[in-house]
């Protein structure tokens, strides 16, 4: 059974930093690209970053760039996001999330339950 | 980047009822378009992929279809289970953005 389960949310002042982690199971984690995916508080889904874990080629929104970092562990199956110089407008559900690639781009086919980040002094 | 326009934003009806979703790319996307519902906390779920591919284990009462800039997502004989919010998703580029969601709710 295929599973991510996202850890590492909580509150953190502006300015401040956090470490999520994602574990997965169920998969072979370097065959894949895996994502992050943000969701303000009754907003709608953001894209945040992807990571192909073979060949660790990454990609970034451009609200997060230079600020946020995303890297995988394949050895312990896990994907990171170490989000520095964090903004009240970064609180979020940040989900992790499975892309399926299909040939030009890809879907998001197994996703984790989520943890909340909330930035707030 | 890529944006993708959803309408509309929240839709009423009924247990039975058929709905369309529409999604408007602001540049052709062939037919990298997703589809997911998403219920009250929780994650979203994969409906459609590449436009018009049911997902495993979804019910065929879910369809998907279009190609270039414009799409839709159809659900017919509505079912109580199916009231929540469904999101389109370009994967034509990066960044791959979605679109503002579709709240369907009970008339």
């Known amino acids: 059974e295929v599973q991510l389960v996202e850890s590492g949310g909580g509150l953190v002042k502006p300015g401040g930093s956090l470490r999520l982690s994602c574990a997965t199971s169920g998969f072979s984690f370097s065959d894949y690209t895996v994502n992050w995916v943000r969701q303000a508080p009754g907003k709608g889904l953001e894209w945040v970053a992807y990571i192909r874990v073979r060949g660790t080629y990454t990609s970034y929104a451009d609200s997060v760039k230079g600020r946020f970092t995303i890297s995988a562990d394949n050895a312990n199956k896990s994907l990171y996001l170490q989000m520095d110089s964090l903004r009240a407008e970064d609180t979020a559900v940040y989900y992790c999330?499975?892309?399926?690639?299909?040939?030009?781009?890809?879907?998001?086919?197994?996703w984790g339950q989520g943890t909340l980040v909330t930035v707030s002094s | 980047d890529i944006q993708m326009t959803q309408s509309p934003s929240s839709l009423s009806a009924s247990v039975g009822d058929r709905v369309t979703i529409t999604c408007r790319a602001s540049?052709?996307?062939?037919?990298?378009v997703n589809w997911y519902q998403q219920k009250p906390g929780k994650a979203p779920k994969l409906l459609i992929y590449v436009s018009s591919s049911l997902q495993s284990g979804v019910p065929s009462r879910f369809g998907g279809s279009g190609f270039g800039t414009d799409f839709t997502l159809t659900v017919s004989n509505l079912q109580p289970e199916d009231f929540a919010t469904y999101y389109c998703q370009q994967s034509y580029g990066s960044p791959y953005t979605f679109g503002q969601g579709t709240k369907l709710e009970i008339k």
């Open positions: 999330a499975r892309t399926v690639s299909t040939g030009w781009g890809g879907y998001f086919d197994y």
């Open positions: 540049q052709s996307i062939d037919s990298y």
